[in-house]
Structures are given as C-alpha cells and as structure tokens.
C-alpha cells in the first residue's frame, strides 16, 4: 500500500468547514483512499472512502485530485465532538487481507 | 447491533502471567484483525483472519497467539506477558480484504503488564 503525508495538527474553528489534506503521491491506479478518525482512544471510526471521484456521505466529503496524489476530508460544519486524530490511508482493492496501515495521523481540534 | 464486541475493557498483568482478550462480531465478517496501539503512535496490525481455520501473522506478532474457530469470535493469547507489551489492543472486522470495504472496530483492551 502507498505511503501517505498528513499534518501533525491542525485547528478549527466551531462551525466552520474543516480541510483535511492528505498526500500521497505514490498512490497506484487500484488503490483507494480512506479515511478513520480516532476520538479520545476509542476504536477508530470509518469515515468515507474512494477510488478517483469526489464521495460524499452523512459525516464528510472527500475531493480527490484529477491526478490522484492527494485528497482532502472536509467537514463541513465542525463541532467540537468532531476533535479526534484522523487517518489518511491508500488500500488496494482485491486481496490485501493484511489490515489497514495506520500512521500517526492529524490531531484536529476544534476551538469554540 | 453490536458490531465489534471487546473483552475485557481494562486488565492489569504481572510480568509473566497469560490472558486472553476476547473478540466477537456479530455482522458476519470472514475478515477479522487484532492491532494494537501504543501512546501517541497509530495502530499497529498483530495477526488478521481471512476466515474460520485461517490465520496470519502481521506486522508485530511476537509474543502473542490467536485462533478462529468460528466466524464470529477471534481470540487474541498473550502467553508471558511482558512491560513491552503494555498497550490498547483493538479488534476489527471487516467483510471483504482490500479496499473497498470498510472495517469496523471495537472499543479497545487497554493491558497495563507491571
């Protein structure tokens, strides 16, 4: 699975969007992106996924460049439930049974 | 619905004592991880499942050992426990391997080994 780059930290303000950026420029054509956030310790919550569209769901939206090298995770509207350290992670589809590889992810705090 | 199910929450160990952490999922999954997470770092994979029988190791297996007699349950042995081994374990399971799939997680073990 390619490596990814993430911000160590990133603040936000309540109610404003949050953009996560995420790089990863060796990212294959089979691969797809994930995203998982981590509040306080508990077991990581899956997000959203994609392989070369833009995806939205109920929690985010995720906007993948023409080029696939990078990504962004927006919350649109942050709350402060949403402070939690989020993971960027590339997945190749089809096999790969051996998990999902963490890094040490973005520390999101969301200010008041 | 209770998805990942971990057991215990918290544990303390003295150096050299065994326990098992349990692991249940009631979705079904054939894919099934054990990770854990040591402070400030991301999680790391232990042994993973691709079904009932199967096993495999991850990236840091030693000194522990699991076993998949069933689909629902994925046990996870630490034999003589060890101070390096203090840390949050996590279970998931996940319906297919590969991407395109999402994996889902218990709450965590946090072992303290003293």
């Known amino acids: 699975d390619a490596k990814t780059t993430q911000p160590p930290s990133m603040d936000c303000a309540e109610g404003r969007a949050a953009n996560l950026p995420c790089n990863h420029s060796t990212i294959s054509g089979n691969e797809y992106v994930y995203w998982y956030r981590q509040i306080h310790s508990q077991g990581p919550q899956y997000i959203i996924h994609?392989?070369?569209n833009n995806e939205t769901n109920e929690m985010a939206s995720l906007i993948i460049t023409e080029d696939r090298k990078s990504s962004t995770l927006i919350l649109p509207h942050a709350t402060l439930r949403d402070t939690a350290v989020y993971y960027c992670?590339?997945?190749?589809?089809?096999?790969?049974?051996?998990?999902?590889?963490f890094g040490k992810g973005t520390h999101l705090i969301i200010q008041p | 619905n209770a998805g990942v199910t971990q057991t215990p929450k918290f544990r303390i160990l003295k150096i050299g004592q065994s326990m098992t952490l349990q692991c249940t999922q009631d979705?079904?999954?054939?894919?099934m991880y054990w990770y854990r997470q040591d402070p400030g770092m991301g999680l790391k994979l232990i042994y993973y499942s691709v079904g009932a029988g199967i096993t495999d190791k991850g990236e840091v297996p030693n000194g522990y050992n699991v076993s998949r007699s069933t689909t629902e349950d994925f046990p996870l042995r630490l034999e003589l426990a060890a101070p390096s081994q203090t840390s949050v374990y996590f279970c998931?399971?996940?319906?297919?391997?590969?991407?395109?799939?999402?994996?889902?997680f218990g709450q965590g073990t946090r072992l303290t080994v003293v």
């Open positions: 979705m079904n999954h054939n894919y």
């Open positions: 994609g392989l070369k």
């Open positions: 998931a399971s996940s319906a297919l391997g590969g991407g395109g799939t999402e994996a889902f």
């Open positions: 992670i590339v997945r190749a589809s089809g096999g790969g049974a051996d998990g999902l590889t």
